[in-house]
């Protein structure tokens, strides 16, 4: 049964959502070699989305006033149609992961730290799409951004092991 893992539709994506989610916030993950074959694609999809409009940005004048009553002319930025339709069809199919609290970490801290709404979605188009469209225009091919290692068989049930990471 290639491409359905022995899987309901339903617990299929979830595992696909999972573990995408997870392969994007920590750059390597190790899974079975069939997951990780079916990972490729469904990350690849996500990440040329991402690629592809990261660098769609609205510039608009904002008029704000102090406390004394002055207006304040400021640039802000927005996102454009064209990436937050991506962004939304990417947090679609992904999970919204949060940044983990360290050990002796305060609250207030924490909160200072973390003030972004969803991190996996700013580390996806603020960090790991510009680095691929470099990598775009340098070698002139798209795609490519994972790979996968066989690390052989499990010693439970022989099942191939893999470890997939981005390039």
């Known amino acids: 049964m290639p491409g359905k893992l022995g899987r309901t539709t339903e617990q299929r994506l979830a595992i696909l959502r999972n573990q995408a989610s997870q392969l994007l916030w920590y750059g390597k993950i190790e899974t079975t070699a069939a997951r990780a074959k079916e990972l490729r694609s469904y990350v690849e999809k996500l990440i040329t989305k991402a690629v592809n409009t990261y660098d769609d940005v609205v510039e608009y004048q904002a008029v704000a006033k102090d406390k004394k009553g002055k207006e304040i002319k400021t640039t802000a930025y927005k996102d454009g149609p064209k990436k937050l339709a991506a962004r939304r069809a990417i947090m679609a199919k992904t999970y919204d992961l949060q940044e983990i609290k360290e050990f002796n970490e305060s609250k207030s801290?924490?909160?200072?730290?973390?003030?972004?709404?969803?991190?996996?979605?700013?580390?996806?188009?603020?960090?790991?799409?510009?680095?691929?469209?470099?990598?775009?225009?340098?070698?002139?091919?798209?795609?490519?951004?994972?790979?996968?290692?066989?690390?052989?068989?499990?010693?439970g049930d022989g099942a191939d092991k893999a470890i997939i990471e981005l390039v």
Do not use: C, D, S, V
Not at 126 to 135: M, T, V
């Open 109 to 155: 801290a924490y909160k200072k730290r973390t003030a972004i709404q969803h991190p996996l979605m700013e580390k996806l188009f603020n960090e790991i799409a510009p680095k691929y469209a470099q990598r775009k225009e340098e070698l002139g091919q798209g795609g490519g951004y994972t790979r996968i290692y066989y690390l052989g068989e499990r010693r």
